[in-house]
């Protein structure tokens, strides 16, 4: 089965950004032999990174995808999204351009729900020395432009995850394999879908 993983290149401050570093360490682990993991890194930019899901989404057809952003308020917390919503997209990206409308879809619903049930995940794991949340507003920027793209596309077979910026406690290498655990018990969570 195909997975497919993405992280966000530099952006504000940010020269190197949790989100892709936490995406490369993932790679490195690996899910397991039955999944075959792909990574991509994504611009901070709306556009592209409209073209580039709906690219993944077309092309390769994943179970699953998995997009990992940096949430920089957020010290030692890994928030799982469960929904993404479709306007109020006003914030300039990194090219200074924001969409027309401030709006994802045009024809899309006001949100999508993830198929991955955030609350449940929530309960099965834990990850010792980070606070894990759920919270159902990825914040109107790229993340949640990115997450209503490819849950639009790909039918809510989309999950988002925030990481926080990279610390001497929380290293790529820790946040890597945060995300294994946390990926690992969505699969569990597709494959239950699929029986």
């Not at 592209?48 to 699953?64: A, S, Y």
């Not at 729900?113 to 834990?126: A, F, G, R, Y």
């Not at 849950?151 to 988002?160: C, D, K, V």
Request: proline share 4%; net charge neutral.
């Amino acid at each position: 089965h195909l997975s497919f993983f993405s992280g966000f290149g530099p952006f504000r401050q940010y020269l190197v950004n949790s989100s892709w570093e936490a995406v490369k360490e993932l790679s490195k682990r690996g899910l397991g032999e039955n999944i075959d993991l792909r990574i991509m890194q994504l611009p901070v930019t709306y556009q592209k990174t409209k073209e580039q899901v709906f690219k993944i989404w077309r092309t390769l057809q994943p179970l699953l995808t998995v997009h990992v952003g940096l949430a920089s308020s957020a010290k030692a917390l890994i928030i799982l999204e469960q929904c993404g919503k479709n306007k109020g997209y006003r914030e300039m990206d990194a090219c200074g351009f924001h969409p027309e409308g401030g709006c994802c879809m045009l024809d899309g619903p006001e949100k999508i729900e993830s198929t991955i049930n955030m609350k449940t995940l929530w309960k099965n794991i834990s990850v010792e020395g980070v606070d894990i949340i759920v919270s159902r507003d990825a914040g109107r920027y790229i993340c949640d432009y990115t997450y209503y793209t490819s849950l639009y596309y790909g039918n809510g077979r989309a999950a988002f995850i925030h990481v926080p910026p990279l610390s001497t406690s929380l290293t790529a290498d820790f946040l890597g394999k945060a995300l294994q655990t946390i990926i690992l018990e969505m699969l569990k969570q597709c494959g239950e879908e699929r029986e």
